[in-house]
């Protein structure tokens, strides 16, 4: 499922949302707003819990963005995802986000929502720790291999320094043997004569 819906406020002046599913989340979004702008310090970043969904919160720079998601999101996917969300609106609006009244990015922004909440709900490339873990394993499968070959050249080589031995000792062998026979061959050469 991943994340469900997602909102963009200023204060609690909603500027977008979308909900992928038909549920009551923009009531409890709201609430959570309320909760949110209570609270004095400027930046924060927290997540409430209601029924089996995790509403996140994250204010920064005077914005509020807000989704929900369920529980087997975890917090990294969808605070990776308000982040994104967060620099794509601040980038595509600038300063109209101080004076925009409600709802006024909607329409436009709305799709972006919705987009991004498909691509971090769906794509596994979504979550950067797990994407470095799948290029981590790669490597690790790269280098497992490499080192049996290695060491498979390893054992040939092994052999092969067994055989270049065996060849050595044969050659002296043959070496002496031939001295031998040379020898026999002079004494008889030198009988007959």
Avoid at 77 to 87: A, T
Wanted: positive net charge.
């Amino acid at each position: 499922m991943g994340i469900l819906y997602g909102m963009v406020a200023r204060g609690q002046v909603v500027l977008a949302e979308f909900s992928a599913t038909q549920t009551n989340a923009s009531v409890i979004a709201r609430q959570a707003l309320e909760k949110v702008a209570s609270q004095a310090s400027n930046d924060i970043n927290s997540s409430y819990s209601h029924d089996r969904y995790i509403f996140h919160v994250n204010r920064t720079d005077g914005l509020t963005l807000l989704c929900m998601a369920d529980d087997a999101s975890g917090r990294r996917i969808p605070f990776s995802f308000m982040e994104d969300i967060h620099q794509r609106f601040v980038r595509t609006y600038g300063r109209a986000i101080l004076s925009a009244p409600a709802y006024g990015m909607n329409d436009e922004f709305s799709r972006i929502l919705g987009q991004q909440m498909d691509y971090y709900s769906n794509d596994p490339d979504a979550d950067r720790l797990n994407r470095l873990k799948g290029e981590m394993s790669q490597v690790r499968t790269v280098m497992i291999e490499n080192i049996e070959k290695v060491l498979e050249r390893g054992d040939r080589l092994a052999l092969l320094v067994e055989k270049t031995n065996t060849l050595q000792g044969n050659t002296l062998r043959f070496k002496r043997q031939a001295r031998r026979f040379k020898n026999t061959l002079w004494w008889r050469n030198f009988k007959l004569t």
